[in-house]
């Protein structure tokens, strides 16, 4: 049977004890994004105007940060907005790395290495919830990832700036556009930083993974906390929450 704690109902939609809220502003704003994601790459394969599906793509990629921001300001952090948000913006990515790749302004090993990762990370997150029930929380290398791969995709899309390249490697490495000295446009820069940083984000995950689970087999009994639906206790004295999170907390 499951156990729940007693949580202050201030501190329900904070990112510490998300609510169980559906219809609030930062999860519409996910759901715009993730609907703006299918407009563009209808734009994009089909040969539409460029620019059009451009102006898409960076009206979606702006609300990465927007709808987190909005949550946290107004006390909305919900399970669904903290589930759907790396979905959608898997999704926004994904139709910018197979619109580029299949028109061949993008290296395919680019397209590879992050569906391989978000691969290696599902495979990971269904591993860990085996013994670690509550999801882990998203982590800041993540979203600096998905920041540099939106812009870098943006700025692609474009086709604008033309810079020089660094020639690093050589024109016979054609693999790596921009570092073999050919010119290309500035986005691709931004891609090889978020292709960095993506690598950094599925260490990060695995170490925290691991420390989960390990946790999770040294105190199974913490992993019987009802964190979806616990008991709100109602207050209207103030709250200090890292008190609460001491006496309170699921973690």
């Not at 996910?30 to 599906?53: D, K, M, Q």
Request: glycine share 8%; charged share 20%.
């Amino acid at each position: 049977m499951s156990l729940k704690k007693k949580i202050k109902k201030e501190l329900i939609g904070t990112s510490d004890y998300p609510s169980n809220k559906i219809f609030t502003i930062s999860n519409f704003i996910t759901f715009t994004r993730l609907i703006l994601t299918f407009v563009f790459l209808y734009l994009f394969i089909t040969n539409e105007n460029r620019y059009i599906a451009l102006i898409i793509y960076a009206i979606a990629a702006s609300t990465d940060w927007m709808d987190g921001q909005i949550a946290r300001m107004t006390k909305t952090v919900s399970w669904l907005g903290k589930m759907m948000d790396p979905i959608v913006d898997r999704a926004l990515l994904f139709t910018g790395v197979l619109g580029l790749v299949g028109r061949g302004e993008l290296p395919i090993w680019v397209c590879a290495l992050i569906i391989g990762r978000d691969v290696y990370l599902a495979a990971g997150n269904t591993v860990v919830r085996r013994y670690h029930k509550r999801p882990l929380d998203v982590v800041y290398t993540g979203k600096i990832a998905t920041a540099l791969l939106m812009s870098g995709f943006t700025l692609m899309l474009l086709g604008l700036p033309i810079i020089n390249g660094l020639n690093l490697f050589g024109p016979e490495a054609t693999m790596f556009p921009g570092l073999n000295g050919q010119s290309v446009p500035l986005g691709i820069f931004f891609v090889y930083g978020g292709c960095i940083f993506s690598l950094i984000t599925a260490v990060v995950y695995t170490i925290k993974g691991a420390m989960a689970i390990k946790k999770a087999m040294a105190h199974p009994e913490d992993e019987d906390v009802d964190f979806l639906n616990p008991e709100i206790e109602d207050s209207e004295e103030p709250v200090d929450s890292d008190a609460a999170m001491a006496h309170g907390g699921v973690e």
